[in-house]
């Protein structure tokens, strides 16, 4: 069996946010395998610890030091100081995940969790693709 939608995602500020949650409402009752997309070349998913505040931040602060808005070598700039920015740290982090699941329930270790990592400073909406395959 193949489960595939697409979900809009509230507008979330720029940060990385656990979004578990959000994706687990809508997976169907199956075992197999999910994997969660994001249409968009400015933010980026991925899944990480899900229970210190303090380890998204430090993810924020980490990929602000390694890919500058500050640098002045960037040509792809139309949008503003964020826009290359964004699209070297989506590319970074990668536009999916997959994990599995079991009668409709994520398998996640204890401290794990899916992150939107939104890289604009005002990125809008976002959206994903949720695809399951396997069985009833």
């Known amino acids: 069996m193949v489960f595939q939608k697409t979900v809009s995602l509230k507008s979330y500020p720029r940060g990385f946010h656990i979004i578990t949650n959000e994706v687990e409402k809508h997976l169907p009752k199956m075992t197999g395998i999910v994997n969660v997309f994001i249409k968009h070349t400015s933010a980026g998913l ?5 229970a210190d505040p303090s380890v ?9 030091k390694l890919v500058s ?47 939107l990592c939104e890289h604009r400073n005002h990125g809008g909406s ?3 693709i949720i695809t399951a395959y396997g069985k009833d």
Do not use: C
């Open 46 to 50: 991925t899944i990480n610890e899900n």
């Open 69 to 115: 808005e500050e640098e002045t070598h960037f040509t792809h700039t139309f949008e503003g100081a964020d826009d290359m920015t964004s699209h070297i740290k989506s590319s970074l982090l990668g536009s999916s995940v997959t994990f599995p699941i079991k009668d409709g329930i994520s398998l996640f270790g204890t401290w794990q969790g899916i992150y």
């Open 56 to 64: 998204r931040k430090d993810f924020e602060t980490h990929f602000n």
């Open 126 to 128: 976002r959206k994903i």
